[in-house]
């Protein structure tokens, strides 16, 4: 028995090894660097001099970047609230679809993934555009609106294309446009496994369709909605190309306010700072939920 277990531990050792060395020797060992140029000043433009100081963690927790940092959660929070407003009912039309259109709405859910986020977004900016195709469409509606109003004597002003592009709006909306499907996925694992005889039992208790969804649904959705607001918020938190293509000067997240540290301002114990600051608040998101977790779990038992 001791020795198939230690021919169990070798092979498990061979397969394991080089994804553990790889992971330690891209991730963990770059990230420990950056880590430590948190502590560190510029010695001169090519050098970075680790002397332990905090200075760059105190200039990082100014009012200018502590407001960026909390427009950056706000973007963020409101992203994962409309994804899980807009995903909910998604998962739900996939859950009871048929086993044939369920594979076809699954795949529709996933075929933005299949194409590269920098291709999208700068079609995404073709359809915000000045000239746009909401504009065009909204332009189209409205002339024919006006031709009709004029038959009454009641024309219509020109029409003024609405400023879609480079706001706070484009932004928002180009999260929810990339974070969406991340926003499905879990809701639909967790509804999948949904028994559908409490339903049927609700229903026949009495309790209409809402309640049914309120008090059943809701409730046994609660691991995907929480994996889903997780998997959600945390990348919209550090998303750096929508903000950068969509947004405007007064729409910048903190991943922009890091990207510039790194490679404008060459201020790399700086922008590491900023880094971890985000890093360290995430940190804290994770360990709260499991906290909540545990508890959920405990008041089970």
């Known amino acids: 028995m001791d020795e198939s277990w230690k021919r169990a531990r070798a092979v498990f050792a061979t397969f394991a090894g080089p994804p553990v060395l790889w992971l330690a020797a891209f ?26 100081t905090l200075a760059n963690y105190i200039h990082a927790i100014q009012p200018l970047y502590l407001g960026i940092i909390a427009k950056s959660l706000w973007f963020a929070g409101l992203t994962t609230a409309l994804c899980l407003v807009i995903g909910f009912p998604v998962a739900i039309a996939i859950t009871f679809a048929s086993e044939k259109s369920k594979a076809w709405l699954l795949l529709l859910i996933m075929l933005p993934f299949w194409t590269n ?45 609405l400023e879609l592009l480079h706001n706070n709006f484009a932004v928002v909306f180009g999260l929810v446009y990339v974070q969406l499907p991340f926003m499905v996925l879990p809701l639909y694992a967790a509804l999948d496994r949904l028994d559908r005889s409490l339903l049927e039992a609700s229903l026949d208790l009495g309790a209409g369709h809402l309640t049914t969804f309120a008090r059943v649904v809701v409730p ?24 950068d293509l969509l947004g405007g000067p007064s729409s910048q997240m903190i991943a922009n306010v890091i990207e510039r540290q790194f490679k404008t301002a060459n201020d790399w114990p700086f ?31």
């Open 27 to 52: 991730f963990l060992v770059p990230l420990a660097i950056i880590w430590a140029y948190s502590f560190g000043d510029n010695a001169s433009l090519t050098r970075i001099a680790i002397s332990g």
């Open 220 to 243: 046994l959705a609660v691991p995907g909605i929480v994996s889903g607001i997780l998997v959600t918020l945390i990348p919209s938190i550090g998303a750096y190309l929508t903000p």
């Open 271 to 301: 922008g590491a700072a900023l880094s971890f600051l985000l890093m360290y608040m995430t940190f804290v998101a994770i360990a709260v939920q499991a906290i909540v977790a545990r508890g959920r779990k405990a008041r089970g038992r």
């Open 117 to 161: 986020l920098l291709i999208r977004t700068y079609a995404l900016m073709a359809v915000l555009r000045t000239e746009g195709y909401i504009n065009f469409g909204l332009g189209f509606f409205w002339t024919g609106l006006g031709h009709l109003t004029a038959l009454f004597g009641h024309p219509l002003p020109a029409f003024q294309p």
